[in-house]
């Protein structure tokens, strides 16, 4: 009877109480493995730092990485798994400019919130490469100046 007790309170936490989780794809292996740890790194410490505090928006957040071994043409088919099999509800955008093409289409079409990490200085490139205006996709990027 106590068993069946917990498990009916356990079904019934208020959504507040799940993780919230938030998906990334990087290359953890393969020939960009190096240019992207300090990323993965970053990650890991921000989600330290945010449980630390109290979590995002109340919740605990679960980081779940997947590696896409240097290549972008894993891209779509890892943020897919992350939506369905890891049931991520943010993403965080890839290490690449082509990785992060497809990292958008996906948060488009899935209705997720997408950061996109833009880092390509070539302005046509980066147009061509990332939809603009899209509710789900937001870039950011590095300007280089002049000293």
């Not at 980081?63 to 043409?73: F, G, I, M, P, Q």
């Not at 894993?74 to 943010?90: F, K, N, P």
């Not at 993403?91 to 950061?115: K, M, N, T, Y």
Request: glycine letters at 8%; charged letters at 20%.
């Amino acid at each position: 009877m106590r068993a069946l007790l917990l498990l009916l309170a356990l079904a019934s936490a208020p959504a507040w109480a799940q993780p919230l989780v938030l998906g990334a794809v990087l290359p953890q292996s393969g020939q960009l493995a190096d240019l992207a740890a300090d990323m993965q790194r970053a990650l890991v410490m921000w989600q330290e730092s945010a449980n630390a505090a109290g979590g995002l928006l109340g919740r605990r957040v679960e980081l779940k990485l997947l590696d896409d071994r240097s290549e972008a043409s894993a891209s779509t088919r890892l943020y897919e798994q992350l939506i369905d099999a890891e049931r991520a509800e943010l993403l965080i955008g890839p290490f690449g400019s082509a990785a992060s093409a497809s990292a958008a289409g996906v948060a488009e079409r899935r209705r997720r919130v997408g950061h996109v990490v833009d880092i390509q200085r070539r302005p046509a490139v980066r147009a061509a490469a990332l939809p603009s205006g899209s509710p789900a996709v937001h870039r950011t990027g590095c300007r280089r100046t002049r000293r």
